[in-house]
């Protein structure tokens, strides 16, 4: 490895917006390298702005194009070609606090200079909403040891808001490589899979307190706009799928019992979004797919099921009935307003 971290770049027709992130990142100097992967763009100069930060940083940043793969495969391309100690995927609509990355930098470095470096580091993310001009940061300091390497043993509870998400991780990039991550192509919402896959292969975790990443939220097309979500739903419920195969969770809970219950505890979280989505839609279609999702879980662990449905916040979308289906979806929209999530 010749760098200390590799940014990957998704970039699909993000012309308008891509610039911003990439000089963000920029300033992370030459112990970095950023590999903006083109996803088959054609309808902007996507590709050839990409070519032309290649060409002002041939030290820094190197430009991939592929034909279109959607998000993951995005993902997938810079963690084959990413040269970086450490890996951390950046959305070509957010980007990264300047003043915060140079901490961050500060601490990878320290990291690298280990005999066995930390397989992840953690930070804050703020929520940039873009329809109000607000900011909602989301942090951690309730649940790990801040600026201490710690282990899952070490961790305390975590919030209704405060899962793991792409934005606040930075893994070790040959921890994504020896648990086999490979995101599904042409599946959105798979940033739950980069987060989740690799959790039990984490033997050493580093907390600071900076808000590092800015993620843009509220642009009618983004893929956690509500509209789109609910066109999306069927892909959402795939990478449901792909998380429960994952990892036998009861394994997980004996070996790292907090660990396995932080897992069990967000998997039965995207269970529910994808519950509630399904019952927006109504159609006997997409509550005969709500069915087949918990039967899916059911068939994969009878006592997981068990757990997950009626033991857990995933009741909110398992209510019986018409006014069950009715009653989660109030309550699915007072947590919206509270926690402002899309």
């Not at 309808?43 to 820094?60: L, M, N, S, V």
């Not at 084959?80 to 100690?85: I, M, Q, S």
Request: proline letters at 4%; charged letters at 25%; glycine letters at 6%.
């Amino acid at each position: 490895m010749d760098k200390i971290i590799t940014f990957a770049v998704p970039c699909y027709n993000s012309a308008a917006y891509m610039d911003h992130c990439i000089k963000t990142l920029l300033t992370a100097g030459e112990d970095a390298e950023i590999i903006l992967v083109d996803d088959g763009s054609t309808k902007d100069d996507t590709p050839a702005i990409c070519d032309r930060y290649a060409q002002e940083y041939p030290d820094i940043i190197r430009a991939i194009h592929q034909e279109n793969g959607g998000h993951g495969e995005g993902v997938n391309q810079g963690l084959r070609n990413a040269r970086g100690l450490y890996y951390k995927v950046v959305d070509s609509d957010d980007w990264l606090d300047e003043a915060a990355l140079e901490k961050v930098m500060g601490k990878l470095r320290q990291f690298a200079a280990m005999p066995a470096p930390v397989d992840l580091l953690i930070a804050n993310y703020v929520y940039e909403h873009v329809e109000d001009n607000t900011r909602k940061v989301m942090r951690y300091t309730n649940v790990f040891p801040k600026d201490q390497i710690f282990n899952w043993a070490d961790i305390g509870r975590f919030g209704p808001s405060q899962y793991l998400l792409m934005h606040s991780v930075i893994y070790r990039t040959e921890v994504l490589r020896k648990c086999g991550l490979e995101l599904p192509k042409h599946t959105f919402y798979v940033d739950n899979i980069f987060v989740y896959q690799p959790l039990p292969s984490v033997r050493t975790m580093y907390y600071m307190d900076v808000d590092l990443y800015r993620y843009f939220i509220g642009r009618s097309d983004q893929s956690v706009n509500e509209k789109v979500m609910m066109g999306r739903v069927d892909q959402q419920v795939r990478v449901n799928k792909i998380m429960i195969d994952a990892h036998d969770l009861r394994t997980v809970i004996r070996e790292q019992p907090k660990l396995g219950r932080y897992m069990q505890n967000y998997l039965a979280m995207m269970l529910t979004i994808s519950s509630i989505f399904l019952i927006m839609d109504g159609s006997p279609e997409a509550l005969g797919k709500k069915t087949a999702l918990w039967e899916y879980l059911r068939n994969a662990d009878l006592g997981l099921f068990h757990k997950m449905k009626y033991r857990s916040v995933a009741f909110v979308g398992n209510l019986p009935g018409r006014r069950g289906r009715e009653l989660s979806l109030r309550l699915y929209r007072l947590a919206q307003k509270i926690y402002k999530f899309n």
